[in-house]
């Protein structure tokens, strides 16, 4: 092409007129580039796009050994929207990368970002039974960790049959303190990720006291049992429960269950291949609560991980006084 517009500049005619005659063919080329080119100057542009088109293909592929070949993967980076690349190519690579520049970028490498689905509704209500009021009223927000924790089930349909995954979650970081699968909706799928939560929490030296905490749920038949309703009472735990067949009155928790669906079982980043058992529910499932904990950037905290906010919060409360 630029040989062919320098042989139409050697007959006598301009390089606008010449490009004006190629657009109106369909050949879509601007003369600052064709200068540009001649002149053997880089615009600067050019220059950044390559760069954070790199980044950005850093950030979303790495190569692994699979089965003894070399192959590209997705990582879990990859599964961000511009927004979020953004913000990570900001904070690893390129502090100045512009918005622009990384859309640029996502669209030449075929990135778009993962989307959610709306999702079958799971609870089932239990049938005339008294159960706690709604403690929250859709506020999902926490002063501090251990004010609120919301939680709720999900289910993954498996080669074997069907596997529900329970999660609580800590309103004040987002951060997922406990999970737990088995494949049947026994009380005993909301009764361990509970106590794993409350083990959890004390190990890391921060023990749940009592009328600390209250614990948000939707009028599931297993957040209203008797057992589960005893051992909130025996740890001092407020119980609140949410209206039956309303989303909104725990929106947070319905929003990580789209969350895991989308970015770890509709993927192929946690999972290789088909699920064929619970046993592959639980490998996914453990990378990608690792990853969402400590790695993945969440626009409500500024772009922060849920361990990074928490921590934060922790090394504030327990700043050493500064000499006068």
């Known amino acids: 092409m630029l040989g062919f517009i320098d042989t139409m500049r050697a007959e006598g005619h301009a390089v606008e007129s010449i490009i004006r005659v190629l657009r109106e063919q369909g050949v879509k080329i601007a003369a600052r580039t064709y200068r540009a080119q001649r002149q053997g100057v880089v615009a600067a542009r050019t220059i950044t796009d390559a760069q954070v088109q790199e980044a950005v293909r850093s950030a979303a592929w790495t190569v692994v050994e699979r089965a003894g070949t070399m192959r590209r993967v997705l990582t879990p980076e990859g599964l961000y929207g511009r927004r979020k690349m953004t913000a990570l190519i900001r904070r690893t690579t390129i502090p100045g990368a512009s918005r622009g520049a990384v859309d640029r970028a996502m669209r030449a490498l075929g990135l778009s970002g993962i989307r959610r689905d709306k999702g079958v509704r799971t609870t089932i209500p239990a049938k005339d039974g008294v159960r706690a009021g709604d403690l929250l009223n859709r506020d999902f927000t926490a002063p501090r960790p251990d004010h609120t924790w919301v939680m709720d089930f999900t289910y993954v349909r498996t080669w074997a049959g069907w596997v ?14 406990a999970w737990h699968a088995q494949t049947t909706k026994h009380v005993e799928l909301v009764m361990i990720p509970l106590r794993m939560a409350l083990w959890e929490r004390a190990r890391e030296g921060h023990p749940i006291q009592p009328e600390q905490l209250r614990a948000h749920s939707d009028a599931g038949s297993q957040y209203v049992s008797l057992t589960y309703t005893d051992k ?21 928790m319905e929003t990580i269950n789209g969350l895991y669906k989308a970015e770890c079982i509709r993927t192929t980043v946690f999972h290789d291949g088909p699920y064929r058992t619970i046993a592959d529910v639980e490998f996914a499932t453990a990378g990608w609560v690792d990853w969402y904990n400590t790695r993945r950037l969440h626009s409500s905290l500024g772009y922060a991980t849920p361990a990074e906010f928490e921590h934060a919060h922790y090394a504030a409360l327990n700043r050493e006084p500064q000499p006068a």
């Not at 529900?164 to 303190?177: L, S």
């Not at 009472?233 to 725990?250: E, R, T, W």
């Open 164 to 177: 529900y995954v329970a999660f609580i979650v800590d309103v004040y970081a987002q951060r997922i303190v």
């Open 232 to 252: 909130l009472a025996l740890d001092g735990i407020a119980p609140s429960i949410g209206s039956v067949g309303d989303a909104f009155d725990n929106a947070l």
